[in-house]
């Protein structure tokens, strides 16, 4: 009875991709064809990426659940201390000579 059922169904299949092939224009065969072929290419690739993923889960799997812990990490502040670092230099004033030269500021109004 299977074996039967089996031959009905390949038989169908055949007849239906051969009524199938004479219907169809050469061009939408042939992106028929194509994306079978894209599919059936991808499958090794596929089944290749599964493989490499299962091994190397099953490898994590083994490692010791216990990783070694971090070491505690000390934050010590530094309280009311003068900063570290020291202020910038101050800038002149504006219109200041220095080494007997007059700095003049764009846009400022100009003294006589």
Sequence with gaps: MKRGLLIIGIVFIVTLTIVFGMRVSPDAMAVVIGVILG???GVPTTLLLVFVLTRQQNRLEKLPSQMPAQPPVFVINAGDKPPAYSPPPALPAPHATENG???TIIGDTAEN
């Design 39 to 41: 599919v059936a290419a």
């Design 101 to 103: 030269r007059k700095w």
